[in-house]
């Protein structure tokens, strides 16, 4: 059956500067019938980290949330970084902090676990029996950033806490790992890229270890007025929040610290296995990257934003031309054989966590694969993993996102 049309809707949340416009664990969506399980969800409570703020992670104190793995799984894990937008500036990063994105204080004491944090082997084939951790996202700088803003109470220690819960998982039981994946979507995703290598580092070669990344490449690409709203966004937030000094040297060297905040130019030298996972259509980057308000103040994208369907040939141009960007961006990357790729034709954002897209009877497809099969391929060496879609509109297997006013 095609789904070419058939769309999820969601709930348009009012969008505050420095977030994402939705999070995929938390929006209202129509289901496919099997597609969201007819089990009941998995609910994992809230762990804080007590020895954070003796580590320098000042602040609310961080947390996550576990669930242990057993049989076959029971030394295997996958570390799942929230994701969750970024703040740039004080206005921006003070209002987040009164959000769960900005302290354990508002976090919800349990979280649904589904897609590759699923429990159930008919929703997750290959690691429903592993530890399974997401670890929650409070600092708003993709767990990279390093200083503090005294008068307004900010405490910008992404990197402190990113320490902080890999050496409370690793006494936990991780550190006995015999494979290992770094997961995370959205600002998520782009944390894994970052993290990867020094995640690698923490055990011993003989542990498997490898990076998936979903929905995190973020282009520094134009907008439609000719401007580059995602490099001026970007930019404030690796500045107010001291990202630079965490940045990958082999990047730094040759480029401005901005530069270096998007993956394009850091994942060409990721030492550690890295699958990337995107849409070519990424609805977040189109909603706040390429046709955000400030771009288009007389709305001529609007209509577009909301629903694909309304865009015109010159707007679906537009978005070809990005399309076309990101994969030339991801030729280098892609020859390598340790790396995986699946670019799908779809408008959606964050495909790994919601089961869905993730492994049911509908989920989307490149090359009569699901999204979860690929990634399992890839991760066990079962086979190479290089899916790019063909050009939208000839996929039917999509589940696009599709908005509606309130």
């Known amino acids: 059956m095609s789904l070419l049309g058939f769309a999820f809707l969601l709930l348009f949340v009012r969008w505050a500067h420095g977030y994402e416009f939705f999070n995929a664990s ?74 769960h994105h900005g302290s354990s204080n508002y976090m919800e004491k349990q979280l649904q676990f589904s897609g590759i944090l699923s429990d159930k082997p008919e929703e997750n084939p290959d690691f429903y029996n592993w530890n399974r951790v997401k670890i929650r996202y409070c600092d708003g700088g993709s767990f990279m950033g390093e200083g503090h803003n005294k008068a307004a109470g900010l405490y910008f220690r992404g990197k402190r806490i990113w320490s902080a819960a890999m050496e409370e998982l690793l006494a936990n039981g991780m550190r006995y790992a015999n494979q290992a994946l770094l997961s995370g979507c959205s600002a998520g995703g782009l944390a894994t890229i970052f993290h990867c290598d020094s995640f690698q580092a923490l055990f011993p070669r003989s542990t498997k270890v490898k990076c998936f990344a979903d929905a995190g490449l973020f282009l520094d690409a134009t907008d439609v007025a000719g ?95 990005f399309r076309d960007q990101m994969i030339d961006a991801l030729r280098a990357f892609s020859n390598s054989g340790k790396n995986g790729l699946f670019i799908n034709s779809c408008f959606a954002h964050c495909q790994s966590e919601r089961q869905d897209m993730w492994f049911a009877n509908n989920s989307p497809l490149i090359g009569f694969k699901r999204i979860a099969t690929s990634v399992g391929d890839w991760f066990f060496d079962w086979s190479h993993v290089n899916a790019v879609d063909c050009r939208y509109p000839c996929d039917g297997t999509c589940h696009h996102i599709v908005f509606k006013r309130l």
């Not at 580590?55 to 049989?71: M, Q, T, V």
């Open 227 to 321: 401007g580059h709203t995602m490099r001026s966004f970007f930019k404030g937030v690796v500045s107010l929040q001291g990202i630079r000094r965490n940045l990958p040297r082999t990047c730094t060297a040759r480029m401005d610290a901005t530069s270096c905040f998007f993956p394009q130019n850091v994942v060409g030298n990721i030492r550690t296995p890295l699958f990337l996972l995107n849409t070519a259509y990424d609805v977040w980057q189109l909603q706040e990257s390429l046709a955000p308000k400030r771009a288009d103040p007389h709305g001529f994208w609007t209509e577009c934003k909301m629903n694909h369907a309304n865009c015109n040939g010159h707007q679906i141009r537009f978005l070809q031309g």
């Open 26 to 99: 938390e929006v209202a969506a129509a289901k496919y019938g099997a597609a969201g399980g007819s089990s009941p969800p998995l609910l994992v409570g809230l762990t804080l980290i007590q020895s954070a703020a003796a580590k320098g992670a000042d602040g609310s104190l961080p947390g996550y949330h576990l669930h242990r793995g057993y049989g076959s799984g029971a030394n295997s894990w996958i570390i799942n970084l929230e994701g969750g937008g970024w703040c740039n500036d004080i206005k921006s990063c003070a209002y987040r902090k009164t959000s």
